[in-house]
């Protein structure tokens, strides 16, 4: 009688399973999709799916637009189309037009954070100065691997970040603590990764310069490996960044002040006919340079957040949250925050003459 | 029994193979009963009728010298009816001759044994004239060595005991046979080092063997299934192998080993799981780098039971556990495909099981047409035909070779049906199906007994020493100086 039950039990299990079955010929794999406004306030979603119908080498895949009241309208009426429904848990990318992002886009994500057949696990793009539609179907027309292009740009040179969606949703989640989300642009009818955009809220405010959005991922401990010049023509001296750890902390006695530590592996790379890198004193001299050249920038940045985009991207009053204070709390804190940087350069290596190889 | 020729002519009656020679002397005659088929003639002209001819003759020749015009043979005859018995047990010249009373052994098991039966004056002699009827010693053919020895066993037992006396030569290595079965009289002999097996074991195998009861015995497998008789798991639960080295290896850990004439496997018991992936050669092979050879051993166990189980639950459920490039692969790949994945899997794993069960059973010369025929339809029409997708081809490509790693038929068995049962639990619900068939998959092979041993050690239970020495890498040989603690009670095994 037990072995029966229990063979009930596994088969309720089991059958029960039944309805997740989906054959993989039955599912539309998509790849990106990007949203737009339509002038009359209606979603306009444009996706690319993965043409599996040639079992020759990857071509283009099927694009499909559709407009709809939501965001899940417009997506379901693609069935209308499509001879097979949307599969989202393979997406790679989701573009969102400026319009979205500048208005609140919360109710926007919550079509794809809600579904429980989607994942988190894509990346977020603003459309810069395009159409999101339009961006969609470049990368289909290109070929490029949205991935691995943010991947690149992210790993070499820093101005762009690789926070998918949870990563932005956990932020979101902290209090005292503002989103940034990368964008891309069509250059030449080309796709380019471009400066990154901040938040206030769910609101886009704009957009940090090029230079801005290395020091952002400087700040946020998020910068593998970048380019630093300090210095100019023949005084240049050209370093590239290959480690780099930025600590936050209160100051002790002054509640309303911020100390940023910042330290920076490097290797010089080149410099200008006036520089020489001979002795320690000459490799010091080129420290303090490159300090000095990081400090300015990064307080500038610091000023510009502070004064001028009133936006807490660097996550001021996530700190100060930590640290049990209320000055968060209150309307324009930010102004009232005083910053100390101290960044220490650290040259690994200078280059020599003769190589090994 | 009053003539015992007369009796043996009547049971004879339907015995047109048994032959009487009717050696005759004045008024005695000897008569030698044989079978035909199972002795060697040469020897019987050689030793038993020149022995007996030639004795009389040394004595006609001593006694009646000067008789120079009679026959030969009358003089024969004149002389054996006039002098007293020849003793028949002094004269031939075969070591094994005995003297055997007919009301209480049957004289036909020697007559059937390839013996031969010399009635004088209602005396019975069984000489041993056994004609060769086995094959000569030569490679395994079921298991596979490297470069350990190459002898296995052959049909005959006496030539088995043979190769493994020839291994360990201690007086302790224990043979008691056993005749089984009514009409067989199978000989069974269990071998054991009576100073290391655990004598309850043996006691408890013993017991089991005297229970059986049945017509005849042809092959090891009967006694398994005999002493076997409570285990209800699919796993074996004792190793059969073709290897003398193999089972002397076993013997001096103390285990038992059961050898049934005719068959050329011996039975080897109690068995773990591990001794089933592990593989005597491991043992003639540097001990370090064997690490990764047991490694591959056990990822081939996983995959040839899960492979199918994974494709299946990944392209029918769990699509979002997969890379996007895999899946498109996978999608693109399944385009066309007229079936579910699960028909197809279905389709392409029964016609490889069936094609590897003929490639078995057939002999080997249509053994390579079935392998061309299979290759080129399996693996190239199919596909080109649009009935299965060529990513089920390489899955099941996979699963068979994993598969090939084990070369017991009862272990190849067990891993064709679980590989079944994943695969029935993956369609049903993909992934957590593949979860539950594991659950079961472990609790079948816990809950197994071999012998009153639990068959995981030494997994479960827990030892780490064994575990050391066997399981995923191999202790060098000089420093493993303890015996097992579950096989004997005998520790030390070297200094």
Redesign the interface.
Known sequence: MRKYIIALL?MV??????N??????D?A?V?AIGIDMTEDGQYKTTAIV?D????EA?NEGIIYESIGESVHDSARKIVNESPKKL?L??M?TLVLSEDIAKNNFEDTLGFFIRDN?G?NAFYLFVANGCAAGDLVKSINEEQINIKSLLNTSAKYRGNCNLNSLNDILKDKMKPGIDITINSATIDNENIKISDMAYFKGWSMKGYLTDQESILYNLLCNNLNNTILVAGQSDDRIGAEIISSKTSMSLDKENNNKINFNIKIKANISETGSNVRILNSKQIEDAQNSLEERVKADVNDFLLKIKNEYDSDIIGFGNLMYRKKDDLYKEENYLSQIETDVNVEVDIQNQGGVTKKW | MKNLLEYVKSRSKDLDDIFIRRLCVDNNEINLVYNEALVDSTMISNFVVRSIVECIREEKILNDIEEKDNSLEDKLNKKLGNKKDINLEDTIAINKIKKIDPQQENIFYYIMSGFVLIIYKDIAYVVETRGTLTRGISEPTSENSIRGAKDSFVENIMKNIGLIRNRIKTENLAYKEKRLGRKSKTKVGIMYISDIAKKDLVKYVEEKIDKIDIDGILDVNYIQEFIEEKNDSDFPISINTQRPDVVSYYLLQGRIVILVDNSPYALVLPAFFEDFINNIDDLYQKSKNVTFTKIIRYISLILTILTPALYLSL???D??SIP?EL??A??????G?PF??FVEAIIMIFSFEILRESDMRSNKVSGNTLSIVGALILGDAAVSAGIVSPIMIIVVAITTISGLNFSDINVINVLRKWRAIFML?AS???I??IG?ATILFIASLVSTVSYTKPFTYPVSPLNFTEMRKNLFTRLSISKDKKRQKILTNNLTKSR
């Open positions: 596994i299990i089991a059958f029960d399973g039944l997740n079955l989906r054959e993989v010929t599912l794999i790849k993965i599996t119908s040639n079992k990857q599969y848990a393979q790679e057949e994942s | 392209i029918t459920f699509q979002e996007s899946l498109t996978f999608a693109t790949q399944r385009e495909v579910p994945a639990f049903l619900c993909g957590i199906g539950i």
